[in-house]
Nanobody, 123 residues
Framework: QVQLVESGGGWVQAGGSLRLSCRAS?????MGWFRQAPGKEREFVAA????????AYADSAKGRFTISRDNRKNTLYLQMNSLKPEDTAFYYC???????????????????WGQGTQVTVSS
């Protein structure tokens, strides 16, 4: 059983940056970030393989967000730059049980989820 705890959310003006962190209670394999805005379904943001060698991004995140991990610290990161009001959402990290994800955008690829952290971007 892996527990995930996100941090780093907050309020920022449009164009600003935030770095989210997700600390895992133990070793993890592939991991990802998802987000859910009010009144919308949870959607994929980014994913990373167990060794950090493979990454995947939603179109909305490409060029602005960077996913990374530090396995020595059991921590996943999401660096978010050039934030927009439409990035406002609750952000969740998730852990899968395989080294590489076949379909990183699919939520059923992940067996463990954190409680989330709120990101608010004002215009």
């Amino acid at each position: 059983q892996v527990q995930l705890v996100e941090s780093g959310g907050g309020w920022v003006q449009a164009g600003g940056s935030l770095r989210l962190s997700c600390r895992a209670s133990g070793r993890t394999f592939s991991m990802g970030w998802f987000r859910q805005a009010p009144g919308k379904e949870r959607e994929f943001v980014a994913a990373i393989s167990w060794d950090g060698g493979n990454t995947a991004y939603a179109d909305s995140a490409k060029g602005r967000f960077t996913i990374s991990r530090d396995n020595r610290k059991n921590t996943l990161y999401l660096q978010m730059n050039s934030l927009k009001p439409e990035d406002t959402a609750f952000y969740y990290c998730a852990a899968g049980s395989s080294y590489y994800l076949q379909s990183p955008h699919r939520q059923d690829e992940y067996g463990y989820w954190g409680q989330g952290t709120q990101v608010t971007v004002s215009s």
